[in-house]
C-alpha cells in the first residue's frame, strides 16, 4: 500500500504492507467555495463583539500579529480582509507584528511571500525580537506570578488586532488566538516563564486541552490583562487551505475555533501500535529538527512504551542554527540524562522545552528519523536514528504479529487512545 506523507513540499510516497497498517487522517474538510467571503462573513458577524468596521476609527495606530514563517497561515488574504473592513485606514498607520516567539527574524523575501508585495512594502512590519529587551515593556503580572513583557509596538498601539489558525498544539492545547500575544510577541523571560519544567511537565499541557492547561491558562490571562481588541482566526484542511474563519472578541472566537479543529483532528484509536510513522506536516512545518519534536509528540500519544516512532520531516533549515537546542541536546549522552538535567532545580534555558518533550518521549519509543536536510551524524547528535528508507525501517522494526500506524499529515491529526 503505497501513502504520500507530507514531506518538505513535495512529499514523500512510501510503501507500507497493506494488511499490517492503519492509515490515521483528519476528518477530510473541504475548504470554503469562498474564502475572501467567509472571512468577510466572520468580521461583519463576529463572535461576542461589535462588526470590525464599527470598532475601528481613521486615525487609530492599528497592530496586526501574524504568525511567522513556521505556520501555512493564510496572512495576505488575512490582512487583505481586515483592511478592507476598516474604512479610512491608512497603509502607513498599520504595524503588523510578526510574531516570532523564540524563533528567528524572517527574511525580507519571506515576509514578502507571506503577506504580499502590496502589505510588505506599504506597511510597517516588524519581526519581534524576544531578546531585545529595548523593544519590549513590561505589562504587569499574571496571578501565578508570569512576568509579562511584551513587544512595545504592540502595547501602545491603539487597536490591537490578533490572526492566526486554530489547530491542537503539543503542550498549550491549540494554536492561534491569545498565543499571538504570548508567547508571539513575548519577551524571552515571559517565554521562559510560560515554558518552564513545572507547566511543560503537566497532564494537562497537552494536545486540545486549554482550560485547567497551565500554559494555556497564562497565555489567556495574558491576553485579556493586556487587551486585543478584535480578532480572526481560522481553520485549515490537510491542504492548508481556509475551512472556516471565526472572529470578534479574542476568547470566544478562539474557543468555537477550537472546538471546530478539534473535530476535524483529534481521532479517537482502541489500542496502542507497535511502530507509528509520523510527519511534521510538510513545510512550512517541517523545516527544522526543533520543529519535528511535535509530529513525534502526535505519535507518542498512540506508540506502546518500548515500540518505535519513525518521523519523516525534511529539515531544509537544519537543525536549525538558531536558539540554544542543538546545544542543550549535545550538553548530555542520553534523553534520560538530559530529562534530569532540566528538571534539576535552577536549570533554565531557551528552548528546554522542546528538549523535555522530546526527552520524555525517547524514553517512552525509540525514535528514528528520516531527514534529507540533515546528515546522520547531525541526527545522531541529537540522540535519533538516522533511517534512509522508510519502508524498510518499518518492515525491520515491526514484529511478527506486530500494528503498524501511518500519520500522514503528522500533528495536522491527534490520535489518543479511547
Not at 503580572?141 to 489558525?165: P, Q, S
Not at 502526535?298 to 536549525?320: L, N, W
Not at 536536510?373 to 541529537?382: D, W
Request: glycine share 8%; aromatic share 6%; with cysteine.
Amino acid at each position: 500500500m503505497k501513502v504520500r506523507l507530507d514531506y518538505g513540499a513535495s512529499g514523500l510516497h512510501v510503501e507500507f504492507p497493506e494488511d499490517r497498517v492503519t492509515v490515521i487522517e483528519p476528518v477530510y474538510r473541504p475548504s470554503a467555495a469562498d474564502p475572501a467571503g467567509a472571512l468577510l462573513n466572520a468580521l461583519r458577524s463576529p463572535i461576542g463583539s461589535l462588526p470590525l468596521r464599527k470598532l475601528f476609527r481613521p486615525g487609530q495606530k492599528v497592530a496586526i500579529s501574524v504568525c511567522d514563517i513556521t505556520r501555512a497561515q493564510p496572512r495576505q488574504i488575512m490582512l487583505e480582509s481586515l483592511l478592507a473592513e476598516m474604512p479610512g485606514v491608512r497603509m502607513p498607520d498599520v504595524t503588523v507584528l510578526i510574531a516570532t516567539g523564540t524563533h528567528r527574524r524572517n527574511t525580507p523575501e519571506e515576509i514578502e511571500t507571506m503577506l504580499g508585495r502590496q502589505i510588505a512594502e506599504h506597511c510597517r512590519i516588524v519581526c519581534h525580537d524576544a531578546r531585545d529587551n529595548a523593544s519590549l515593556v513590561h505589562a504587569g503580572d499574571t496571578g501565578t506570578g508570569v512576568r509579562v513583557f511584551l513587544n512595545r509596538e504592540w502595547v501602545e498601539a491603539d487597536f490591537k488586532i490578533t490572526t492566526g489558525f486554530v489547530e491542537p498544539h503539543f503542550f498549550a492545547g491549540f494554536s492561534g488566538g491569545p498565543k499571538m500575544v504570548a508567547p508571539g510577541l513575548a519577551g524571552l523571560a515571559t517565554v521562559m516563564q510560560l515554558h518552564d519544567v513545572s507547566r511543560i511537565g503537566h497532564p494537562r499541557a497537552t494536545w486540545g486541552i486549554t482550560e485547567g492547561n497551565p500554559v494555556h491558562d497564562d497565555v489567556r490571562e495574558i491576553a485579556r490583562m493586556t487587551g486585543v481588541d478584535f480578532a480572526l482566526d481560522v481553520t485549515l484542511n490537510r491542504d492548508n487551505r481556509i475551512i472556516e474563519a471565526f472572529a470578534g472578541n479574542l476568547l470566544q472566537e478562539h474557543a468555537a475555533a477550537c472546538e471546530a479543529a478539534k473535530q476535524n483532528a483529534m481521532r479517537p484509536v482502541d489500542n496502542p501500535f507497535d511502530v507509528v510513522v509520523t510527519t511534521n506536516s510538510g513545510y512550512p512545518l517541517d523545516q527544522n529538527l526543533y520543529q519535528a519534536v511535535k509530529g513525534m509528540s502526535a505519535a507518542a500519544k498512540i506508540v506502546r512504551p518500548g515500540g518505535t516512532i519513525i518521523c519523516a520531516a525534511e529539515c531544509r533549515d537544519g537543525i536549525p542554527s538558531h536558539g540554544a537546542y542543538r546545544e542543550i541536546l549535545a550538553s548530555r549522552p542520553s534523553p534520560r540524562e538530559l530529562l534530569e538535567m532540566i528538571t534539576a532545580p535552577g536549570y533554565s534555558r531557551p528552548d528546554q522545552w522542546q528538549v523535555q518533550v522530546q526527552a520524555q518521549i525517547q524514553l517512552k519509543a525509540r525514535v528514528m528519523v528520516k531527514a534529507d536536510g540533515l546528515s546522520s551524524e547531525e541526527i545522531r547528535a541529537a540522540h535519533f536514528e538516522p533511517v534512509s528508507d522508510v519502508s524498510a525501517a518499518v518492515a525491520d522494526r515491526l514484529p511478527d504479529g506486530g500494528t503498524l500506524c501511518v500519520l500522514p499529515h503528522g500533528p495536522q491529526t491527534i490520535p489518543y487512545l479511547k
